[in-house]
């Protein structure tokens, strides 16, 4: 008699196995619907071209989808240019400054230290980035 407990998955190798049999009867299903629509319209058509076309129409829209996002993410990043690039000015001016005003080294040093926090702040909101704890 074998014993049930032989071989353990553990349990999120069982649900994602799950989950990929059921996303395949899914897709089945509804690669059989369409099918089954195209043909209901009189059209003939080799099942197989036409899953093969579908699943190539899938992907060029993954495709799309993708390199749109990330175009979006790049003039999202361009738009912030000119703010962060007056930020790093203005970060670097009290630096400056500061090096001349404070003749203190460690008066300087902390100086930049609250600067640099400063900055960063001030670019996680241009960047739309929540930092706060």
Do not use: W
Request: glycine share 4%; charged share 30%; net charge negative.
């Amino acid at each position: 008699m074998s014993n049930m407990f032989e071989k353990y998955f553990p349990p999120i190798t069982v649900y994602k196995q799950m989950t990929t049999n059921i996303q395949q009867d899914i897709d089945k299903k509804i690669e059989e619907g369409i099918y089954e629509a195209v043909l209901n319209l009189g059209v003939d058509v080799d099942k197989a071209e036409l899953l093969k076309a579908l699943k190539y129409d899938r992907d060029q829209y993954a495709k799309g989808y993708l390199a749109g996002r990330q175009s979006y993410l790049n003039d999202t990043d361009r738009l912030h240019e000119d703010e962060v690039l007056a930020l790093k000015i203005n970060t670097f001016n009290k630096i400056y400054d500061s090096f001349f005003q404070d003749m203190d080294l460690s008066v300087f040093l902390h100086n930049v230290s609250i600067y640099m926090n400063s900055y960063n702040q001030e670019l996680a909101k241009i960047k739309g980035i929540d930092i706060s704890d």
